[in-house]
């Protein structure tokens, strides 16, 4: 463990008094009507960050009438695309003039480094800009080709009143890849921040204030998933839900909506391989491995948990993966040279742990790490960067989501058993191909059951490619214009054109 890049305590001044959240709804600031409220801790420091109204189904009633209310007065929905941008284009601007108040209670609540909420805050000013854009230029279609007295028009309209649930893992990311969207198609909004990391969604909430958003378009509740969540996915005035977190909660979120036959658009988990060939640019790909697993302390959907790499190079690879792996500074989320923060909570440290542990009861072997990790001065809540080789396809970590800094290496000898191999998952979020041929580079791409593929990179993102999931990954898309699409309805519109008296009825 010595031979890691660890950063004990920073100096970094704490706040004295946590962050107070509220919910908003129908434009106002409330409690809940007890007072409930709940604590989160910081996971790396202990700090008391914030203390949040617990929310109740009472709560989310109340939040998702109020968005009915605004929808139904068109007070949002049918006003121009040109002035929804103009909303969308300020908030940008304030989240911008915001970023470091919203960054450091990200990294307070989450354990993520701050050079990293820094960026996710201010790049999540770019989204709200696209999503601005595209307020402006929607539009659907006609049709001047059904006959002299016939014209057919294809309408675009916002979905209506949307459900937003969202994780702990990017609070304030996974929020500006959906919120702006609903809100540039006209949408009004229900929503729920993962209880661990409620505070920036509320920060946000302040903002659309300042910008002029009008009141019950956005409506924020706090509280647990059971008790706000639940009523969100359910509630006849939803008219779609876009959930973002574990398979298991899409699940049951999706039979929950099925009832009253809501559109729903899940972003779930992956079990994501980078598949590297002897003629890769090697040093470029061990690079994008290390990167892709430590990221976000491996806590993230498009985790690049397992490669599969051709098994002449295998060795060389891992090698230079853990050379690279100790390279890479663990510590503390306040200091700006820290990579690779804290893990979310104990049990989740536990979880990870656990898969670690039965990888190597199955036979796999530790080539660095495989243990929690203690940084002086902060304690024990971070998991060290561990690398695991000798995995086989039918382990647990090989098919499994670990959410953790653990890379699993599996190998293959042809382009046909790598390509069995990263389809041999229930996920299909994202994939990856190094090679310097072009040919076995698109034909990975055709042929690999993933939402997105990376070639010779990886976790490259725009605002304008769209992002989402096959098989059990998720259902829809984010971002792009096919994220931007899923809330908007289509309605048809024919349309006969002058009296021609062809009537049904013969005289
Ligand atoms: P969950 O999927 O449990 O939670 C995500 C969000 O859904 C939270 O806001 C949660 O509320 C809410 N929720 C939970 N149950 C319901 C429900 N019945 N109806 C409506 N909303 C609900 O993720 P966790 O935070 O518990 O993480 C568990 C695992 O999920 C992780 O270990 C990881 O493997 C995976 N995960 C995947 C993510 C991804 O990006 N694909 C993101 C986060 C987690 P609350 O938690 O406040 O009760």
Request: with cysteine; glycine share 10%.
């Amino acid at each position: 463990m010595t031979e890691l890049t660890i950063i004990s305590a920073s100096s970094a001044a704490l706040p004295r008094e946590p962050f107070l959240g509220r919910h908003f709804i129908g434009g106002e600031w409330r409690d809940s009507p007890a007072g409930e409220t709940y604590d989160r801790l910081s996971p790396a420091h202990g700090v008391h960050v914030s203390r949040s109204a617990l929310g109740a189904a009472s709560d989310a009633e109340a939040a998702i009438v109020a968005a009915r209310k605004a929808f139904d007065s068109g007070v949002w929905s049918r006003i121009p695309g040109k002035a929804r941008a103009l909303v969308l284009l300020r908030v940008a601007d304030l989240i911008e003039e915001n970023v470091e108040r919203m960054a450091l209670i990200e990294t307070l609540e989450t354990g993520k480094p701050i050079t990293q909420s820094r960026n996710e805050v201010s790049g999540a000013a770019d989204l709200w800009r696209y999503a601005a854009a595209l307020a402006r230029t929607v539009h659907g279609d006609s049709h001047n080709t059904l006959g002299d007295d016939m014209l057919g028009i294809v309408l675009k309209e916002p979905i209506g009143v949307v459900s937003i649930i969202t994780p702990w893992n990017f609070p304030f990311w996974i929020l500006s890849q959906k919120l702006p969207f609903a809100l540039a198609a006209g949408c009004t909004t229900v929503v729920k921040p993962s209880e661990m990391t409620p505070s920036t969604t509320v920060m946000l909430g302040e903002l659309l204030v300042e910008a002029g958003l009008p009141a019950g378009v956005v409506n924020i509740v706090l509280g647990y998933g059971g008790d706000v969540g639940s009523l969100m996915t359910t509630h006849d005035a939803v008219d779609m839900v876009t959930f973002t977190g574990s398979t298991l909660v899409g699940k049951t979120i999706s039979a929950a909506a099925s009832k009253t036959l809501k559109k729903v658009a899940l972003e779930l988990g992956g079990k994501n391989p980078q598949v590297i060939f002897p003629d890769a640019d090697i040093e470029s790909a061990a690079d994008a491995v290390t990167f892709g697993i430590y990221f976000n302390t491996g806590q993230c959907c498009n985790s690049g948990s397992r490669i599969i790499v051709h098994e002449d190079i295998a060795d060389e690879i891992t090698e230079r993966v853990v050379a690279l792996s100790k390279k890479v500074a663990f510590g503390d989320p306040l200091d700006p040279k820290t990579q690779v923060g804290a893990i979310i909570t104990t049990q989740h440290q536990g979880k990870i742990d656990d898969y670690v542990r039965a990888a190597v009861a199955a036979g796999a072997e530790i080539a660095l790490g495989g243990g929690p990790l203690v940084v002086p001065g902060l304690g024990g809540q971070f998991y060290q960067p561990t690398v695991l080789r000798g995995v086989t396809p039918e382990m647990a970590i090989a098919r499994e989501e670990v959410f953790g800094p653990v890379l699993s290496v599996l190998t293959f000898r042809t382009l046909d058993e790598a390509i069995a191999l990263t389809n041999d998952a229930t996920y299909g979020l994202s994939a990856g191909i190094w090679s310097e041929n072009v040919h076995t580079c698109l034909e990975f791409c055709r042929r690999a059951q993933a939402g997105t593929v990376w070639t010779n990179t990886w976790m490259d993102g725009f605002p304008e490619l769209t992002f989402g999931g096959m098989k059990q990954s998720g259902a829809g898309r984010e971002i792009g214009k096919y994220g931007f699409e899923e809330f908007l309805e289509i309605k048809t519109l024919a349309m006969r054109v002058g009296r021609t008296r062809d009537n049904w009825v013969r005289d």
